[in-house]
């Protein structure tokens, strides 16, 4: 007869853990270089296409221009790269619930996809709303409040930090509705408390704008008025979900006390001998 197989020991475990960690991180590299591979020869093209705001608004003999030897090179790969990071956010995002579904409840999970996949597309809105609205907005302001005599000639790897970091800005901030709605269902915070504190929240998303966009006006007001009203989205989508989980609470309860009472009572005064014995001394 054979020995029954014995228990996994945790350090067997952990390494089980440490290896699926290292495929899911190749399979994430592998899926950003394959991209990368594909869009580097055309990585011109993508700098052309990420530059195209700027160079809509220049004035007549304006450019852009390297003061660097090699960021004529490294530049458009650079942007290249981003673009294929960015490219394989859904891939990636895949990877990193692969290996953190297992240990989740089933409740978990069917809460996390949807935030996934919305916070995805939040991400990407983000990003979309930068390059068509914000992007030509701000730098025609810029060229318009040029002093006399000054010309504007932008170095691409200043460009390159400047788009990074709004693109980064704007597809955080269009996340404020998925941070709502974590903040509703895990009972860190009420709806209507969020609702009431609303003066607060104005304040503070015109304050984080003034941190991530550069300093003017316009590029504040773009970023703080789409955040507030995505807070508004957030905030009815997390009250339509807290007014379903009351009613689905309140059903439950109804349930029991009507149709399964009398069972639990009955069950209860079985497995209780001294409530068994003053029942048959009644009867």
Known sequence: MSEPAANPSPESGFVSHLIELRNRLMYA????????LVLAPFSNRVYAFIA??????LPPGMSMIATEVASPFLTPLKFTLAAAVTLTIPFLLYQIWAFVAPGLYKHEKRMVVPLVVSSVLLFYAGMAFAYFVVFPTVFKVFVDFLPPGVQMMTDIKSYLDFVFSMFFAFGIAFEVPVAVVILSSTGMVNPETLAEKRPYVIVGVFVVAAILTPPDVASQFLLAIP?????EVGLFVARLLHRRRSESEKAEHKSLTDTEMTAVL??????????????????
């Open 29 to 36: 590299l592998g899926a950003v270089g394959a991209v990368f």
């Open 52 to 57: 195209q705001p700027l160079m809509d608004v």
């Open 227 to 231: 955040m507030l009203i995505l807070f």
């Open 266 to 283: 009955d069950t209860y005064e079985q497995e209780n001998p001294v409530r068994r014995q003053r029942k048959k001394r009644k009867e």
